[in-house]
């Protein structure tokens, strides 16, 4: 009798997309047609667009985008209330967000909600939790700069807001990693856009997808010097932890996105914002490559997007509890449009799994033991 797994079962082709095409041999990300180093000096209202509608928008939809988040994030600054108690940032978001109307509207009126919701609550938790009040969205702002002023109280540098930009862009979409996949399974059953997003938020916390970028400052903070970087790995490793920031399940290469988010680091640089991080950060990722490759050499663990996330959100003064939170903002879109295109698809989500545990007396024979 068979009871062996098949090889690359986590495989298997569950959708169709127009949306993204993930390159993990050649490490490239294209984004409905257009290499994401071209995005990133795009705005996020941009992608959204072309996410949403398929084309990047020209004017008047560019502007009705704009101006539909911003009355987004107003709306939701009257709904703050269950996100304020929460004990984290993702809690936070999961509260306020399960508490959203979802009826049945126009695509573009739930969309706002959610993506205006996601960058109100999070700003609205931080400054609750830090004992100052929430701040009112101001509609005249592009989204990446009233986050950055919901969060800190003051206006943002366009520097920092063409960061935040370029990082919400970049994080934005990427095919059918964990979270995607939750929200499409949720919205293939034909149920609504809050519980997709809901439950594609609890996907998203955990440390081994949305959750690492946080560990990773905790890393380079516990490395603290170059030189220390590769004692500090190796014992990581002994010790049987993983290195955060590093490996992908797609991706055999180092993750396109690492360079372009270290390249709008590079931008800051020179804008004068610098991080206190990225030199000891890029010591630590030779040292992690060099370190990983003697320990799996097999496997090729390169960096991933989280790297170089967690050194160029902490250069924009987000603060580390917020991480997560900040790219649920980005990834909404994402989800969103993935939602759109299930229900397109109009088809249950219904992946089967092999039984590997023990039968009755009787039950035998290789058709009971395949898939169910
Ligand atoms: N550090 C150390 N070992 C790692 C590793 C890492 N960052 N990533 C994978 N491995 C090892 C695993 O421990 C595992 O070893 P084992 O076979 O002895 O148990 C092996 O490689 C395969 O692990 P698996 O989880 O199947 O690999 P994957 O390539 O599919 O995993 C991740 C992808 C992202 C889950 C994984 O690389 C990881 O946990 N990275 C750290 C967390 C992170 O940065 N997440 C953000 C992803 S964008």
């Given at each position: 009798m068979e009871t062996t797994f098949r090889p690359g079962?986590?495989?298997?082709?569950v959708a169709e997309t127009e949306l993204s095409l993930v390159d993990g041999d050649g490490g490239r990300l294209v984004v409905r047609g257009h290499p994401i180093e071209t995005l990133a000096t795009r705005r996020f209202e941009d992608v959204c667009g072309l996410l949403w509608d398929g084309v990047l928008p020209a004017p008047p939809r560019a502007d009705a985008i704009r101006r539909g988040l911003a009355a987004g994030r107003c709306e939701a600054h009257r709904e703050i209330g269950p996100a304020l108690g929460a004990d984290d940032a993702m809690a936070a978001l999961r509260a306020g967000l399960a508490a959203l109307r979802s009826g049945d509207e126009p695509p573009d009126a739930i969309r706002f909600r959610l993506t205006g919701a996601i960058a109100v609550f999070l700003a609205a938790w931080y400054r609750s939790r830090s004992g100052l009040a929430p701040l009112e969205p101001d509609p005249e702002r592009g989204h990446a700069e009233d986050l950055l002023r919901l969060l800190s109280g003051a206006p943002a540098a366009a520097a920092r807001v063409r960061g935040l930009d370029s990082y919400l862009v970049t994080v934005a979409e990427h095919g059918m990693n964990a979270s995607t996949f939750t929200a499409r399974v949720v919205a293939s059953t034909r149920s609504d856009e809050v519980s997709a997003v809901v439950a594609a938020l609890g996907s998203l916390k955990g440390p081994l997808h949305g959750g690492a970028p946080g560990p990773v400052l905790d890393m380079l903070d516990a490395i603290g010097r170059p030189d220390a970087a590769k004692a500090w790995l190796e014992a990581e490793l002994a010790a049987g932890r993983r290195i955060m920031g590093l490996g992908h399940r797609?991706?055999?290469?180092?993750?396109?996105r690492a360079l372009v988010l270290e390249t709008a680091l590079a931008e800051l640089e020179r804008t004068?914002?610098?991080?206190?991080?990225l030199t000891l950060a890029r010591a630590v990722e030779r040292a992690a490559v060099e370190v990983l490759d003697a320990h799996?050499?097999?496997?090729?663990l390169r960096t991933n997007v989280e790297f170089y996330t967690a050194v160029l959100l902490d250069a924009l003064a987000i603060p580390r509890a917020l991480f997560s939170a900040v790219f649920a903002a980005a990834r909404v879109a994402g989800w969103l449009a993935h939602v759109a295109e299930e229900r397109a698809a109009n088809r249950l989500i219904r992946p089967r799994q092999r039984y590997v545990g023990p039968l009755p007396?009787?039950?035998?024979?290789?058709s009971l033991l395949a898939v169910g």
């Open positions: 079962l986590e495989d298997v082709v797609v991706y055999r290469v180092r993750d396109p004068g914002v610098a991080s206190r991080y799996r050499p097999e496997r090729r007396t009787g039950f035998d024979g290789p």
